[in-house]
């Protein structure tokens, strides 16, 4: 008897963490009990997805009901706009307040989290995107840089992982959240570090709440207090990832143009020629323009006139006045 008793209480103790992990992960969203079947508690991802959940930025998948199915899809590729959402929700941006402030231009469910990416200017909107593709890895880290406003370097020196080098697109956001501690690149199957971040791959969902949730402790909620502002799209000269977009602009002579700091490091516009900034006398914003703010000019004369970051001389642009 002391032997079978002692056999079951053995087989029950090792179908207690079994059945747990069967279970999944319970957490509350929206003040309702949810459990996530394909999360298990004994998981490397489930702290965040826990944290995450019951902070209102995720929620698995819904049905065509709008029911929760109990699915979270930890390896599921995540699309633009499931990061898009994630990195404003995780950074404290009220989407309800942008896209009733801010024209987003499409029509997808995530309209809202494009209206926060185009008032705060994210520098993942400078290049092609469609929603419903997935993400790459650089693009992800493009994304909760801009969400939670970090400060990137004015050019990525391209040394912090072997396959990120400078001409890499989204370089510098990579290289700043390395910096900080919320990436840290790949690992191989003894969890040693291999010096590789994959930039042009895609991204799990795991993955992506891990990073937000990262960069959340990190960074805090930047977006939390911020003010949706409807930006102008005509006569804007928006500059970010080293760029200015559009590197030409033609405008009626008379025009007041804006150039907006998109990125995290300080711009200097001014005319060419360098350092001297003659060309045009008075085109030159005479200090530097910081990460989110502004810089106007009226073109009174007519002409080509060239510009540059006086920060970074080969960073250049030309406004066309007609």
Known sequence: MRTFFSSTAASVAFLIPMLANAVGLQVIVNGQALVFVDVSQSAWFTTYVRDAAEAGIVNGYMDANGKFTGKFGPENDVTMAEAL???????GYDEHAYGAVVDSGVKHWSSAYV????????????????????????????MVASAFRVTVPASPSGTTFKDVQFSVRYAASIEALERDGVVSGDTDMKGEVTGTFRPTSNINRAEVVKIAMGARAKYGQPGKDRTPIQPTSSNTVTYANGTFSPSVLSVPVGTMVTFHNGSMTPMWVASNPHPTHTDYPGFDSLKEIAPGQDYSFTFTKTGTWGYHNHLNRNEVGTISVQ
Do not use: G
């Open 115 to 142: 209206s926060v990416a185009r008032a705060e200017h994210f520098e993942i909107l400078n290049n092609p995107y469609r929603l419903d593709r997935p993400a790459t890895r650089a693009e992800v880290a493009s």
């Open 85 to 91: 959402k994630i990195a404003s929700e995780s950074s």
